[in-house]
């Protein structure tokens, strides 16, 4: 029995690059007898009927992503709510997580569709805003949730609180909270660690601190994270998801971060290495 029936296709908009491995996929999974169904991107580049994702994610037992990871991170935010397994073909340039080849895209397609692949869970953050009691805006994020200052180049001072306990008051350009998916992103940049996918856990990485001794801090994906701006220091501030979907902080304004209970499902080729990928990205070894 084919345990893939109905796959989604998802890809990015307005990039010219994704027609003909979109057009070689759609054949492709039609020959091989699949139900087949668009989001509104790909369904305008192949000039067929789409859906919004939500229903399509509501729908499908696979979805193939085809683009860079910031596809992958804007598909997986939906897709994890409704825990739909992701393959991601990659035509962007990192790579961390769509790590199927379009040169090899039918043999490896072909392996996964017949269930051979490597699953590998990724878990999610999700914020919430609260002012004055009362919430005001929240989102999810696979990479990381960021906070940090807007408009001016000036620091922000806020503290961290980790499971109720008081962790630290910092004067910052901001702090990345960071799952392990996005300990290769914003994260590293930031002095943060390589945090393998497998592990539970979260860091905090400081942007720019004012004292040199602020750390980054991993912690327990287990943990309840609790920021707050402090209000003696009115300086406009912003919390980011991936690098989108924005809400805007005043001084006093607090976050609350936790891990949801879903995953994104993130299914490999069977030859799948993550150490091979991160020596491939981020040229270790090579000889200058």
């Known amino acids: ?21 979109l057009r070689q996929l759609h054949e492709f999974l039609l020959q091989r007898g699949h139900h087949v169904f668009c989001d509104q991107n790909a369904g305008l580049i192949l000039g067929l009927p789409s859906m919004p994702a939500e229903e399509l994610a509501r729908r499908i037992d696979l979805a193939i992503v085809v683009g860079g990871d910031g596809t992958l991170l804007t598909s997986g935010r939906l897709l994890a709510l409704h825990e739909a397994p992701i393959v991601g073909v990659n035509l962007g ?39 004055d009691g009362e919430t005001i805006g929240g989102d999810d994020a696979l990479n990381d949730v960021v906070l940090h200052v807007r408009n001016e180049i000036r620091m922000i001072e806020f503290t961290t609180w980790v499971d109720g306990t008081f962790v630290n008051t910092q004067r910052a350009d901001g702090l990345i909270i960071s799952t392990p998916t996005g300990s290769t992103a ?34 327990s994906s287990q943990s309840v994270i609790e920021i707050q701006l402090c209000e003696q220091r009115d300086i406009p501030a912003r919390l980011s998801f991936d690098g989108h979907n924005n809400i805007e902080l005043e001084s006093g304004d607090r976050v609350r971060i936790h891990t949801r209970p879903e995953k994104v499902r993130l299914l490999h080729p069977q030859n799948y290495d993550y150490y091979h990928i991160l020596r491939a990205k981020l040229h270790w070894g090579v000889q200058p």
């Open 186 to 219: 914003y994260a590293l940049s930031s002095g943060g660690p390589i945090m393998h996918p497998s592990l539970q856990a979260i860091v905090l990485a400081p942007i720019c601190p004012h004292t040199l001794s602020d750390r980054p801090l991993v912690i």
């Open 1 to 21: 029995m084919n345990p893939f029936s109905y796959i989604g296709i998802f890809t990015k908009p307005n990039d010219v690059r994704v027609d003909n491995t």
């Open 93 to 131: 340039r990192l790579g961390f997580l769509v790590d199927v080849s379009p040169d090899e895209m039918h043999t490896q397609l072909e392996q996964i569709l017949q269930g051979h692949y490597q699953e590998e869970p990724r878990f999610v953050l999700h914020a919430e805003v609260s002012r």
